[in-house]
């Protein structure tokens, strides 16, 4: 009897912080303005050198930035709404560049399942302020 009360006491409590929790979860947007603070935009660029840029982090329905450091790369793609953070992204690239012509296809890492394609577009460097 003691364990069904504890047990009851603990859900109630899962379902009393879940609201708060989802209310406390950041939209794609509000992601990638935190990760610009303190960063100005430059001139977008059509190519980046992908030698220094290797790391990328996919930004729910919102963008793909690339690099890392002083400077990051954001391309908000033709098609955001297709970008979940949960995929990985397979680049075909022509080059030690990456392009906005090069193709970009999504898979879900877990099962290598396809999932999309993504259409970049200019790349937009953000440095930060000194």
Same mark, same amino acid.
């Given at each position: 009897?003691? =364990?069904?009360? $504890?047990?009851?006491?603990?859900?109630? /409590? /899962?379902?009393? +912080?879940?609201?708060?929790?989802?209310?406390? !979860?950041? @939209?794609?947007?509000?992601?990638?303005?935190?990760?610009?603070?303190?960063?100005? +935009?430059?001139?977008?660029?059509?190519?980046?050198? $992908?030698? @220094?840029?290797?790391?990328?982090?996919?930004?729910?329905?919102?963008?793909?930035?690339?690099?890392?450091? !002083?400077?990051?790369?954001?391309?908000?793609? +033709?098609?955001?709404?297709?970008?979940?953070?949960?995929?990985?992204? =397979?680049? !075909? #690239?022509?080059?030690? #560049? =990456?392009? !906005?012509?090069?193709?970009? *296809?999504?898979?879900?890492?877990? *099962?290598?399942?396809? $999932?999309?394609?993504?259409?970049?577009?200019?790349?937009?460097?953000? *440095?930060? +302020?000194?």
């Amino acid at each position: 009897m003691r =364990l069904i009360a $504890t047990a009851a006491a603990l859900a109630a /409590a /899962a379902l009393a +912080a879940g609201p708060s929790v989802a209310a406390e !979860r950041l @939209t794609g947007e509000a992601k990638l303005a935190k990760m610009l603070e303190g960063r100005v +935009a430059g001139e977008p660029r059509s190519c980046i050198n $992908t030698f @220094t840029n290797r790391e990328s982090t996919v930004i729910d329905e919102t963008a793909v930035v690339y690099g890392r450091g !002083r400077t990051i790369w954001v391309n908000r793609t +033709a098609n955001p709404d297709d970008l979940n953070r949960w995929d990985a992204l =397979l680049v !075909r #690239q022509h080059g030690p #560049q =990456l392009c !906005r012509q090069d193709i970009v *296809t999504t898979f879900d890492p877990s *099962t290598g399942m396809y $999932t999309g394609n993504v259409f970049l577009t200019d790349f937009v460097p953000y *440095t930060r +302020a000194d």
